[in-house]
């Protein structure tokens, strides 16, 4: 059993990322810029904001945040969002979800220039991401590519299982994995809340992706022996051990589930690390574009 590092690999993204950035600076050109847009105070969303920021700096990009109440008017929030559309200086826009009920998220990320969505939620990007197009993809699913091309995993042929259809990771994810690529051309299930025999599809698996939100949902009897196992899954559950009260748990009952595999991603320090990782590649790509480079 291998694990599979996302922090060793999301710093070599980073590290090859940062060595462009200060290219970018020695000829004293503009950095890559991305802008957060974060609405309300959802503990989980700060984190992750906070920690997209974090990244943005170590990697010498600039952001900035744009921050709102949970009771913002959505008419405000788009005032916000075509703000950031027509700045100049703007490489990358992303919204961070979820967004308060009143507002309508479909509405919203379809507000986003289709050339700044650098999380890869436009209709737009969406559909050429399911052409097989180049495009922005969603950071998440993107991550795992680059974690499945870092550690040269055969997937050609083989059976993908993806549990879970959200239009953030399992979809895409499902997409990329049958696309006529390297890491891809798999069979791929999508299974969901309404799956019936879930277990036996995730037995029949040679790769399984788990981004449904239970913490360990997939156990060891529902996993064939040298599986690849993805696990997306980052609930907060209370942990009275730790400061904060709570710990992060994957979807996968890591303990007994990995001696199983031939490849896992622990939680945390496996696929959430990827997502920033590759939010900054989509970012640069952004500003690749932008500049004509
Ligand atoms: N909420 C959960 N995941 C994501 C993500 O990848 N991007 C944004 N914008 N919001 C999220």
Do not use: W
């Not at 027509?86 to 992303?94: A, K, R, Y």
């Amino acid at each position: 059993m291998k694990i599979l590092d996302g922090k060793l690999v999301s710093q070599s993204v980073k590290d090859e990322l940062k060595k462009q950035v200060d290219a970018l600076i020695a000829r004293n050109k503009k950095v890559p810029h991305l802008a957060a847009v974060l609405v309300g105070t959802n503990g989980a969303s700060e984190t992750y904001v906070a920690s997209k920021i974090k990244n943005c700096a170590e990697t010498g990009f600039k952001s900035s945040l744009v921050r709102l109440n949970e009771d913002v008017a959505e008419s405000d929030l788009i005032e916000a969002i075509e703000k950031l559309n027509n700045d100049e200086d703007v490489d990358g826009i992303l919204v961070q979800l979820p967004l308060p009920k009143h507002i309508n998220e479909e509405k919203i990320i379809n507000l986003i220039r289709p050339d700044k969505d650098v999380d890869g939620f436009h209709p737009q990007n969406t559909g050429k991401l399911l052409l097989g197009q180049p495009t922005f993809i969603p950071a998440t699913p993107y991550g795992i590519m680059l974690m499945l091309e870092h550690y040269a995993i055969e997937t050609a042929g083989k059976h993908a299982v993806v549990i879970g259809r959200s239009n953030i990771v399992g979809r895409p994810m499902s997409i990329l994995l049958s696309l006529n690529t390297n890491p891809g051309n798999c069979t791929v299930t999508l299974c969901h809340s309404r799956t019936k025999n879930l277990d036996n599809f995730c037995r029949e698996a040679d790769i399984i992706v788990a981004a449904l939100g239970k913490p360990g949902f997939l156990t060891a009897d529902m996993v064939k022996e040298n599986a690849v196992v993805i696990d997306v899954g980052i609930t907060r559950v209370p942990d009275a051990t730790k400061k904060s009260g709570f710990s992060i748990k994957g979807d996968v009952d890591f303990n007994n589930v990995a001696p199983k595999c031939s490849y896992i991603t622990p939680v945390p320090g496996g696929v959430g690390l990827m997502t920033i990782a590759a939010l900054l590649k989509n970012t640069f790509n952004a500003y690749k574009a932008k500049h004509g480079m």
